[in-house]
């Protein structure tokens, strides 16, 4: 008798504590303008707008989001004139020109400036990064993930084409599975000629159980690229360790907004940049169609390593880091600190604007700043491109921990 009554309380034990078979780990809906993908098993959240450029604003653990997002609301960022937030797509180049054209398969392509959607003399993040564009193709989730996919056909706008004359499309997929974030980019060229690859994203992190003065950054790449006060490569570089010690460094110390190549990879392919506080950690993949990242992250105090300065490339056009359409970005424009043309230096920029200095932007890109321009140079020689009728793609992955 007592060996039954053993087994009937172990049998409503695992009754009471085991999920019910109907339930889902992995969901996906919208509300409104906001895409949301969850895993309801680790407590994650990840919210895509695709009005707003089709932005990741949220990848949130237990309630904690690990990306910078200080808006209250959708309503909140539109009022506020957005920027310096979440994780927004760059294109059809990332970060800067050297001037006011590109050039491809030989050709230059000089921008109609009077279009007002390219502006300054040193063009930067393209005039994608805002627009309203995007189509939701698939919201889905099944056993295995969640994810959304979103189309952006750049080939029906004429201001684009204008600007950009290959036609083309693109795809990214943000997935959610595994306790990572996958975002996933996709470009098919419908062009006759070649189409070179420059798009980026500029993401904005965030650790929130200390400040970033505590904050470790370790870095996967061998080369940082020196640059000239408009934050275009010198055709310089130097090994990382000159700047980052066993290529490692505490933010306090730095005032980053620095290019870096030759990353390592794992045996996936991917490269891994880590971001540690006290408990918390990213850690940031690149796929291997990712050749260099931006690491941004300004110091509160205006002080530190690296190659962030007040200087204004573009006086009288966009503001410093500001993406088109969005408020305050990067504040500075190439620093050149002490001696020589992008060296390590201690310069002495301006305090960060921002009413939270408490992010670190680690970029993915296909290519080196101006890798477009300086491949017709002679100077960059691994510049990729997608040829007619073909799809170039690159993916990128969040892990966080500790949260």
């Excluded at 004359?165 to 419908?190: M, S």
Aim: charged residues 20%; contains cysteine; proline residues 7%.
């Amino acid at each position: 008798m007592r060996m039954r009554h053993i087994f009937v309380f172990a049998v409503l034990v695992a009754m009471a504590t085991a999920r019910p078979s109907s339930a889902k780990q992995y969901e996906a809906g919208q509300v409104g303008e906001v895409i949301q993908l969850r895993d309801t098993t680790r407590h994650m959240v990840v919210s895509v707008i695709p009005s707003i450029g089709n932005m990741v604003t949220e990848f949130s653990v237990n309630g904690k989001n690990v990306l910078r997002w200080p808006y209250t609301s959708l309503e909140d960022y539109k009022s506020r004139g957005g920027g310096s937030s979440g994780i927004p797509f760059l294109g059809p180049w990332a970060n800067r020109l050297d001037e006011d054209a590109f050039y491809a398969n030989g050709k230059k392509y000089s921008f109609d400036m009077d279009l007002g959607n390219v502006r300054g003399a040193i063009p930067l993040h393209g005039f994608l990064s805002t627009t309203d564009k995007w189509q939701v193709v698939e919201v889905k989730a099944n056993n295995k993930s969640a994810w959304v996919t979103s189309r952006l056909e750049v080939w029906k706008q004429p201001m684009w084409m204008k600007q950009w004359p290959f036609a083309h499309t693109i795809e990214i997929t943000q997935r959610l599975q595994d306790g990572e974030l996958e975002v996933q980019t996709k470009i098919t060229n419908l062009s006759a000629e070649p189409m070179p690859v420059a798009v980026g994203f500029h993401s904005y992190y965030q650790l929130t159980d200390s400040p970033r003065e505590e904050w470790t950054v370790t870095l996967p790449v061998k080369t940082r690229y020196l640059l000239t006060g408009a934050k275009i490569p010198s055709g310089e570089t130097e090994m990382v360790e000159k700047l980052f010690p066993n290529r490692q460094g505490t933010l306090k110390d730095y005032n980053l907004d620095d290019l870096f190549g030759d990353p390592e990879r794992d045996s996936q392919g991917r490269s891994h940049t880590i971001v540690k506080g006290r408990q918390q950690s990213l850690d940031i993949m690149f796929g291997p169609n990712y050749y260099a990242e931006v690491i941004y992250s300004p110091n509160p105090n205006g002080q530190g390593l690296g190659s962030n300065a007040p200087q204004n490339p573009n006086p009288g056009g966009r503001g410093p880091g500001q993406l088109p359409g969005q408020g305050l970005g990067r504040g500075g424009s190439g620093g050149l600190g002490r001696g020589g043309s992008g060296g390590i230096g201690r310069g002495r920029g301006t305090p960060n604007p921002l009413a939270t200095p408490n992010y670190i932007c680690v970029e993915p890109m296909p290519g080196i700043t101006n890798a477009i321009n300086l491949a017709q140079k002679g100077i960059v020689k691994n510049l990729q491109s997608v040829a007619p009728n073909k799809t170039w793609e690159a993916s990128f992955w969040v892990k966080p921990s500790g949260f």
